[in-house]
Nanobody, 115 residues
């Protein structure tokens, strides 16, 4: 059974940067298309970025040019590099399969952008 663990969140000022990590156990996620999702209070969970097995990526319009999704050298890691963070990026961030998040959701990692 695949388990996903997200980390790297925190409190950052507007304009700052963070790198989120997604580590998987129980399976090899490099063979999967993977996505980063986020959920802000009162909002539905939304896709932020995705990477497919061939390396192509896709991003939500709200984060294009600021966020980058990548795979780590370790096959079971996926990263989300976030630059030029805005208060509206505040949310709990999760990783899961893309386009259908079929793995049990992890606890996520909180990102708070505030001065």
């Amino acid at each position: 059974q695949v388990q996903l663990v997200e980390s790297g969140g925190g409190l950052v000022q507007p304009g700052g940067s963070l790198r989120l990590s997604c580590a998987a156990s129980g399976s090899i996620i490099y063979i999967y298309d993977m996505g980063w999702y986020r959920q802000a209070p009162g909002n539905k969970r939304e896709l932020v970025a995705a990477i497919i097995s061939g390396g192509s990526t896709t991003y939500a319009d709200s984060v294009k040019g600021r966020f980058t999704i990548s795979r780590g050298n370790a096959e079971n890691t996926v990263y989300l590099h976030m630059n030029s963070l805005k208060p509206e990026d505040t949310a709990v961030y999760y990783c899961n399969r893309y386009p259908s998040p079929s793995v049990s959701w992890g606890q996520g990692t909180q990102v708070t952008v505030s001065s």
